[in-house]
């Protein structure tokens, strides 16, 4: 199987390490993917002419949920693209996460596809999305008063419902932070919260629905050329988690994969290389790989990472002079 160019540049780049730390010039010989199709193999083979090395490439591209993420980033750029085509930038509410549910997902793709269509470059428009909740009942008399359990208290929402409602109230919803991008979405907002504090003095705490809105922004100015394409990014992230754990995950999974390849001795020396990524800083990437042990790294000589055009060797920890 070819390499990737990204593979390629990583067995280009430990060549020229290996002619600097072994010597004379390394070519490829021989790629073992072709020689043993069915077994696990490294990606080439390379040699000066008296040694010969294997070389296996990994990317560090994250821990399972940065992995999710990207993988689902990249897959509702393109589901979610609307057959008008154009490409676009998505702002949920605040405190969305991916991967998104099957059912939001499809809501948010009959969205995109009624609103794109109006929408000129650089401009916004509302994309719904359903909600659902209910109203508690603090008390019938007292100053009027509403919360939420997002926000407990955030006039920007309660204040205009004021003036509107007699009686102490909780909207008990589930989910993200409200969003409304046009006043009219608050407006109908703002109605349906009202309708659903006057049922519930009657006795009525029944759910009740209404749509908060996303905004969807048109960035291209709709010509097509060249380096133009068709998309939807939703701008969002990931929640906060310990770096040093994160990069752990990912080491140990990628070598994982890669004592597969080396279950055998291919060459006299064996070469994991790993690609560093912005998820995986040099520090945290040494700190994991120099506390392995020669038991946990059978047939593995030397694990080098490589950074753009720089290659650092992780394992075994050079020696102090």
């Known amino acids: ?3 990737s160019d990204q593979e390629s540049r990583c067995v280009e780049l430990t060549c020229g390490y290996l002619s600097l730390t072994v010597g004379g010039d390394w ?18 083979i390379v ?55 099957v059912k939001t997902r499809k809501q948010v793709k009959r969205e995109i596809e009624r609103l794109a269509p109006t929408l000129q470059s650089r401009a916004t428009g509302a994309v719904r999305v359903p909600r659902q909740g209910h109203i508690a009942l603090i008390s019938e008399s007292g100053p009027p008063y509403i919360c939420c359990r997002h926000h407990m208290a955030f006039p920007e929402i309660t204040k205009p419902l004021l003036d509107r409602i007699a009686g102490r109230f909780m909207l008990v919803c589930e989910g993200l932070e409200h969003s409304f991008v046009t006043d009219e979405g608050r407006a109908a907002f703002f109605d349906a919260v009202v309708a659903a504090c006057q049922r519930r003095l ?10 908060e809105e996303w905004k969807l922004e048109r ?17 969002t992230c990931t929640e906060a988690r310990d770096m040093r754990e994160s990069v752990a ?14 279950a055998k001795r291919w060459a006299k020396l064996q070469l994991l290389v790993l690609e560093k990524s912005a998820f995986a800083h040099e520090q ?30 992780c394992y075994p920890v050079a020696e102090s002079s």
């Not at 070519?27 to 080439?44: K, Q």
């Open 1 to 3: 199987m070819a390499l």
């Open 202 to 211: 009657k006795g009525d705490a029944s759910p009740f629905s209404w749509y």
């Open 249 to 262: 995950e990912c080491v140990y999974h990628v070598l994982e994969n890669a004592m597969r390849k080396f």
């Open 284 to 313: 945290l990437v040494n700190e994991v790989v120099s506390n392995l042990k020669p038991d946990n790294l059978q047939n593995v000589d030397s694990i080098l990472l490589v950074d753009e055009d720089k290659v650092v060797q």
């Open 27 to 44: 070519i490829v010989e021989s790629y073992p993917d072709e020689l043993y199709p069915t077994e696990p193999t490294p990606e080439v």
């Open 219 to 235: 960035i291209d100015d709709g010509r097509k050329e060249d380096d133009s394409k068709d998309g939807v990014w939703i701008l």
């Open 47 to 101: 040699t000066n002419g008296d040694v010969t090395a294997a070389i296996e490439v990994k990317r560090l591209t994250g821990d399972a949920i940065s992995q999710a993420y990207e993988e689902s980033l990249l897959s509702n750029e393109k589901h979610l693209t609307p057959s008008c085509g154009g490409y676009y930038v998505l702002y949920p509410a605040i405190d969305f996460r991916l991967p998104m549910d």
